[in-house]
């Protein structure tokens, strides 16, 4: 399981690390950071992605690595979760910065519950049971 | 270093306590990579930028220049008008309206000559951006009316329209731009 949502977190960060500048177009879209944080959150979340996954599939620091990959998925969900509420149609930016084609918002809806799902388990299964 | 080791160095230490720290360490390493890596790449992206002002000036003006995504479809087979894409490089390059010139908001002084050195002062201009607040196609206009042209329109939410209309479109750079030093 964490080797699947670390692959998935190492695979999310590389277009994002390689294509700052558009990730920042992506983060601005959501309309939800102020305009000054935007290109800071453009340089630094895909690295902690990139970091998340690497720790997640080399099992170090493990329940930090899942209490964070926890909670930056619930952040995702809910930022996508608070745009859809509002009407605002955008793309995801979740793995690409590509905005062609409409966005698939229920799509990214249903991936992120499944991602959160994974994340829950690794949750139970790496800090709530070792704290039992 | 890993968690196993952790937990025996430390086996009094309750895991929520260190699932804690470990997530700070592991925030304050992003933020160290993300910054360092940023500094010293070619393309660094600067850390403030302008995206989307919240009080783009002239907000009367801005209200005239709007048009229908219909009459920006009439003026595009009758091609009448040229498409100014405002959004970030990336972007256009990724897909934009067929025959539309890239001008970036956070670009214009720069690459304005460059863009639009060829049009002339009448000719009908519609930018467009993404997304139904994105101010940049409102403020590039606004730039364009102070630089002297005279028919410059605002297609809002033109990327997204414009795809829900299946118009014509293109991917990747874009026609040649016109470094020509005589413009208006």
């Given amino acids: 399981m964490r080797l699947l949502l670390g692959g998935v977190f190492v695979w999310a960060s590389t277009y994002k690390i390689l294509h700052p500048a558009a990730f920042a177009g992506v983060i601005a879209n959501y309309q939800l950071l102020p305009d000054a944080w935007v290109n800071g959150f453009a340089v630094t979340l895909p690295w902690l992605e990139l970091l998340l996954g690497s720790f997640l599939i080399f099992g170090i620091w493990l329940p930090g690595a899942v209490v964070l990959s926890n909670l930056l998925l619930v952040v995702f969900?809910?930022?996508l979760l608070f745009n859809v509420a509002r009407g605002l149609d955008i793309h995801c930016g979740c793995f690409t910065s590509d905005a062609m084609?409409?966005?698939?918002?229920?799509w990214y809806l249903v991936r992120n519950a499944a991602l959160i799902t994974v994340a829950a388990c690794l949750l139970f299964k790496v800090v709530i049971r070792k704290r039992a | 270093m890993d968690a196993t080791k952790m937990t025996t160095r430390n086996p009094r230490q309750p895991t929520g306590l260190l699932a804690l720290w470990q997530s700070g360490a592991i925030l304050l390493l992003a933020v160290i990579s993300?910054?360092?890596?940023?500094?010293?790449?070619?393309?660094?992206?600067?850390l403030m930028a302008r995206h989307a002002p919240e009080n783009p000036s002239g907000q009367a003006a801005e209200d005239g220049l709007r048009i229908?995504?219909?009459?920006?479809?009439?003026?595009f087979f009758a091609r009448a008008?040229?498409?100014?894409?405002?959004?970030?490089?990336?972007?256009?390059?990724?897909?934009?309206?067929?025959?539309?010139?890239?001008?970036p908001l956070e670009d214009f002084d720069k690459r304005f000559k460059a863009v639009l050195g060829d049009v002339g002062p009448d000719m009908f201009i519609v930018t467009y951006c993404d997304g139904e607040s994105c101010h940049s196609s409102k403020l590039v206009a606004l730039e364009l009316l102070e630089k002297g042209c005279m028919n410059v329109h605002v297609l809002e939410n033109g990327w997204t329209l414009w795809q829900q209309q299946h118009l014509p479109v293109a991917v990747g750079p874009g026609p040649e731009t016109h470094d020509n030093t005589a413009a208006y």
């Avoid at chain 2, 229908?68 to 003026?75: P, R, W």
């Avoid at chain 2, 256009?92 to 539309?100: P, T």
């Fill in chain 1, 77 to 79: 969900s809910g930022a």
């Fill in chain 1, 101 to 106: 084609g409409n966005p698939k918002t229920t």
């Fill in chain 2, 34 to 46: 993300g910054l360092l890596s940023n500094q010293w790449r070619p393309d660094r992206l600067p």
């Fill in chain 2, 68 to 75: 229908s995504v219909e009459e920006a479809q009439g003026l």
């Fill in chain 2, 81 to 103: 008008a040229l498409f100014v894409d405002t959004r970030p490089r990336e972007f256009y390059e990724l897909g934009h309206i067929q025959d539309a010139r890239s001008l």
